[in-house]
């Protein structure tokens, strides 16, 4: 299971301890997903919308300042669109309204208690977006691992520059 990283096209692949179901619901239910991702009003369907609010602050479980890079995005809403729904199996949408290209999540069961997630984000813009996306997916992937898991997070962002990092040299770049 080797994450793949192009400068259009970002693969990771996660055998995560949860029931196809529990992932799922990670996904898709607003608050889950503001624990280890981005949380915001979602209409769940095609076309429908998925709401991202930046509050990375919120993702460790003790205090952890957020680089100054970063901040200027600090509690930021916007929304993306659905662009394919199969419940408890795949969600894709869009990324920057599609100029980031398109973010893809397929869940695969693995017996009753563990899944195979696979996250594709295509259509990035060159190597700034592939090691940008790379170390934020990774990073975000990170969390989710260890929320299932019911593992301590000591620090978001101490996992993001790990995953950006990995990010970079994956791709030549550092």
């Not at 659905?82 to 999540?105: D, K, M, Q, Y």
Request: glycine share 12%; aromatic share 8%; no cysteine.
């Amino acid at each position: 299971m080797a994450d793949t990283f192009t400068a259009e096209t970002l693969r990771f692949e996660r055998e995560l301890a949860a029931p196809v179901e529990t992932v799922w619901q990670y996904l898709v239910d607003p608050e889950l997903r503001a624990r280890w991702f981005m949380g915001g009003p979602t209409d769940l369907r095609e076309g429908g919308a998925i709401g991202m609010t930046m509050r990375h602050g919120n993702l460790a479980d003790e205090a952890d300042p957020m680089p100054e890079r970063y901040a200027p995005y600090d509690g930021k809403a916007w929304s993306e669109k659905i662009t394919r729904l199969e419940p408890a199996r795949l969600i894709a949408f869009t990324w920057s309204g599609g100029e980031a290209g398109e973010v893809t999540i397929a869940l695969e069961p693995l017996g009753d208690t563990r899944t195979r997630l696979t996250l594709t984000h295509a259509g990035l813009r060159g190597p700034d977006d592939a090691r940008n996306f790379g170390g934020g997916w990774g990073s975000h992937l990170a969390v989710l691992e260890r929320r299932l898991e019911g593992k301590h997070i000591a620090s978001f962002w101490a996992l993001h520059a790990q995953a950006e990092a990995a990010a970079a040299r994956a791709l030549g770049l550092g």
